[in-house]
């Protein structure tokens, strides 16, 4: 489940300063207001591996002007990111353990004959522990 986090930026009264403007030729005096405005707020994301995606949203009434700005977090591209890290550290049956915590990406390597390692033990072998063990293999996933 994508984790939210919700931070209210601005929230206050808008109160429009007046400006007046004066026409020699007639004496007429007018009055216009600026417009209140809720500006939301620009949320950025620098590195391609932080994993977070920026919402933000703004609403502005006569009277009151809100907005706000969070970040989502993404699971999947936790998992992908710890994984090439492990991975580049020379680390794989870690790398290939992390992957295996996706169920389509334990199914997928089950169905291509290459068991997910389990404590310590890697092919065959964790092929007999997951067949010794059923209630540890995730349950496989619904294709869309």
Do not use: H
């Not at 933000?56 to 999947?76: R, Y």
């Amino acid at each position: 489940m994508k984790k939210l986090l919700l931070g209210l930026l601005v929230c206050g009264f808008a109160q429009a300063q007046p400006i007046v403007t004066e026409s020699t030729s007639k004496s007429e005096t007018t009055v216009k207001s600026p417009p209140p405005s809720a500006i939301s707020p620009n949320i950025t994301t620098i590195n391609n591996k932080n994993c977070s995606t920026g919402v933000s949203g703004a609403t502005q009434t006569q009277i009151l002007g809100i907005s706000f700005g969070a970040t989502v977090k993404d699971a999947n591209c936790e998992m992908i990111v710890k994984a090439e890290s492990l991975f580049m550290m020379q680390m794989k049956t870690a790398a290939v353990s992390v992957m295996c915590q996706d169920s389509a990406i334990w199914w997928g390597m089950w169905d291509a004959g290459t068991y997910c390692p389990v404590d310590g033990m890697v092919g065959v072998q964790a092929k007999d522990y997951w067949l010794a063990n059923p209630k540890m293999i995730p349950n496989r996933p619904a294709i869309k």
